[in-house]
């Protein structure tokens, strides 16, 4: 049902136009740029009448006040970010709804890389908005959350269905596909994916959104829970909070 159109901005950020056509309303995500994002509803004759935030570090946000300006549209922000974003219209929490025209989201809490982060699902769509929970073969750093927060919020959006479309906040793939390499060599369903990713690299072509199905397989973000990838890393036996720590460590500083 949804349009979803990917808007690249700030070099590698992502931010997104979902336009329901029934109704004709159109929401953007996580727009750190405002004009992008206006000339892209402009060009398909859309307006913008809701804006979905999934945090509110800057890069997700700053395009919100000039697209407010523009199109009138109602600002959604997570309910634990109300002291950190303006001009909040809807402040929403776990479980709760966001209703776009003839389609609607379940809003999922997803705290670690900030403390108040929440991830949009448009079940009916097979879309995530996962903001900077989940990256394709990566997530977020854990800048005011803890590793236990971020292997419980990464678990909450692993239980999705595998044919959910991930779109993410970032064009990080190449990075992460290296380090995912290098951390899990054996794995042959990743290798097959980096093969996929650097043609797409190679060709410029966005390496998002990816399927969640893919990532349960081969992203190691969500697998500290395999006791493979735990003895490989020398953790066998211990919890999947600590073994998601080491390799969220590891690539801090890789």
Request: hydrophobic share 45%; with cysteine.
């Given at each position: 049902?949804l349009?979803?159109?990917?808007?690249?901005i700030?070099?590698?950020?992502?931010?997104?136009?979902?336009?329901?056509?029934?109704?004709?309303?159109?929401?953007a995500?996580?727009?750190?740029?405002?004009?992008?994002?206006?000339?892209?509803?402009?060009?398909?004759?859309?307006?913008i009448?809701l804006?979905?935030?999934?945090?509110?570090?800057?890069?997700h946000?700053?395009?919100?006040?000039?697209?407010?300006?523009a199109?009138?549209a109602?600002v959604?922000a997570?309910?634990?970010?109300?002291?950190?974003?303006?001009?909040?219209d809807?402040?929403?929490?776990?479980?709760?709804?966001?209703?776009?025209g003839a389609t609607?989201?379940?809003?999922?809490?997803?705290?670690g890389?900030?403390?108040?982060?929440?991830?949009?699902?448009?079940?009916?769509?097979?879309?995530?908005?996962?903001?900077?929970?989940?990256?394709?073969?990566?997530?977020?750093?854990?800048?005011?959350g803890?590793?236990?927060?971020?292997?419980?919020?990464?678990?909450?959006?692993?239980?999705?269905?595998?044919e959910?479309?991930?779109?993410?906040?970032?064009?990080y793939?190449?990075?992460?596909?290296?380090?995912?390499?290098?951390?899990?060599p054996?794995?042959?369903?990743?290798a097959a994916?980096?093969?996929?990713?650097?043609r797409?690299?190679?060709?410029?072509?966005p390496?998002?959104p990816?399927?969640?199905?893919?990532?349960?397989?081969?992203?190691?973000?969500?697998?500290?829970?395999?006791?493979d990838?735990a003895a490989?890393?020398?953790?066998?036996?211990?919890p999947?909070?600590?073994?998601?720590?080491?390799?969220?460590?590891?690539?801090?500083?890789a």
């Open positions: 049902m349009e979803i159109v990917q808007v690249p700030l070099g590698d950020n992502y931010a997104y136009l979902l336009h329901e056509p029934q109704q004709g309303t159109t929401a995500v996580d727009p750190g740029e405002a004009a992008p994002l206006l000339a892209a509803a402009e060009a398909r004759g859309w307006g009448d804006i979905l935030l999934t945090h509110h570090h800057a890069d946000i700053a395009g919100v006040a000039g697209i407010r300006e199109t009138g109602a959604v997570p309910l634990a970010d109300l002291g950190r974003i303006e001009n909040v809807i402040a929403v929490a776990d479980g709760e709804t966001v209703h776009l609607h989201a379940a809003v999922l809490e997803t705290p890389h900030t403390s108040g982060h929440v991830a949009y699902w448009f079940m009916a769509d097979d879309a995530l908005f996962a903001g900077d929970t989940l990256f394709a073969l990566g997530c977020g750093r854990l800048f005011e803890t590793a236990e927060q971020m292997w419980e919020s990464l678990s909450r959006l692993r239980a999705l269905p595998d959910t479309r991930v779109f993410c906040g970032h064009e793939t190449a990075g992460n596909a290296r380090f995912a390499r290098a951390l899990d054996e794995n042959a369903a990743l994916r980096v093969e996929t990713i650097a797409l690299v190679e060709a410029k072509q390496t998002v990816s399927l969640l199905g893919e990532e349960k397989t081969t992203n190691p973000f969500l697998r500290a829970d395999d006791p990838l490989r890393l020398g953790l066998a036996g211990q999947a909070a600590a073994v998601f720590a080491e390799i969220r460590r590891r690539k801090d500083v």
